[in-house]
């Protein structure tokens, strides 16, 4: 699992309800794929954590939607260490879940969860890009980037580690290129054609500058960074040789996100329609 922002606060076990043999009604365990009852001997339950951090790590682990928070128990065979010591997320025998942007299956147990209540940090591989380092909920960040993209918070979502990686790299372009033409029309109102080398960084290398003229994906992909407040039409739509290729590997990124968006819209809004996709190892995916 990613490692989010927050420290995790180990939660006493007495704060979740440990059920064991001799309580009334049946409990069943949560978990797709696991049949553990309270008719068990001496299997013990756990309440979802009043954390909401803990508590959307726990049903992201899960990947299925839910309707009664109240009614959902995990059984101890889930937790691989000892639940009142450890930061306790279910890691044994959980089900396979899948990428909500780009649907590939989650690859060794390694995912982000898209979680308003869950920050992430920014993959210390692109800092240098950037030069400072910067954590918020990824959701956030994936809203901000594809704002086309419409993404049901039941089942809590999660996503590979590939589009947690394009969805940094693609934020701080965007952020990059409207901080760069608001402060171009700031400083050089009317009169900045021959400041601006790169639209999407500080870059005023005029030689080596790459229009973008004739290119109409990307330059549609390009204006739509500027959000509401462009792009100038004053100067051309032109990026540093360093920009292109980030330019490029975020196209990729949007394509593979919309047609996720399409097939979510052919299933319907139904969050058990989410779910099938997200357990479904049939659904057909067009790489
Ligand atoms: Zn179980
Ligand atoms: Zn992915
Ligand atoms: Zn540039």
């Known amino acids: 699992m990613h490692h989010q922002g927050k420290p995790v606060q180990a ?9 064991i043999e001799d309580n009334k009604h049946q409990i069943q365990c949560w978990v797709p794929g696991c049949c553990n009852t ?40 889930h937790f691989s260490v000892d639940i009142e010591t450890s930061n306790s ?95 171009l029309m700031e400083v050089y109102r009317g009169r900045y054609g021959n400041v601006v080398g790169c639209r999407a960084c500080p870059s005023n290398d005029h030689k080596n500058v790459v229009l973008l003229n004739g290119n109409y994906e990307l330059e549609i992909l390009l204006t739509s960074m500027f959000g509401n407040d ?19 590997d975020i196209q990729e990124f949007t394509t593979i996100c919309l047609r996720t968006q399409d097939i979510f819209k052919q299933l319907g809004s139904d969050p058990q329609h989410s779910q099938a996709v997200v357990e479904e190892p049939t659904v057909p995916i067009n790489k």
């Open 38 to 77: 309270d008719r068990l001997p001496r299997k013990i339950f756990y309440s979802l954590p009043t954390d909401p951090l803990l508590r959307d790590l726990w049903l992201a682990a899960a990947g299925k939607a839910y309707h009664d928070l109240q009614n959902i128990w995990f059984c101890k065979d």
């Open 89 to 183: 997320l279910p890691v044994c025998n959980m089900p396979q879940k899948r990428c909500r942007t780009c649907l590939a299956p989650i690859q060794n147990k390694k995912y982000c969860v898209l979680s308003p209540n869950i920050n992430s940090k920014m993959p210390a591989s692109i800092e240098h890009l950037f030069g400072s380092t910067y954590s918020r909920p990824l959701i956030e960040v994936l809203q901000f980037c594809v704002p086309e993209m419409t993404i049901e918070m039941n089942p809590v979502p999660v996503c590979c580690y590939n589009c947690y990686n394009s969805m940094w790299i693609y934020y701080f372009f965007k952020q990059r290129c409207i901080y760069q033409e608001k402060t």
């Open 11 to 19: 939660v006493p076990i007495s704060q979740r309800n440990a059920f």
């Open 230 to 248: 462009g792009p100038s039409t004053s100067i051309p739509l032109q990026l540093c040789p360093r920009c292109i290729p980030i330019l490029k």
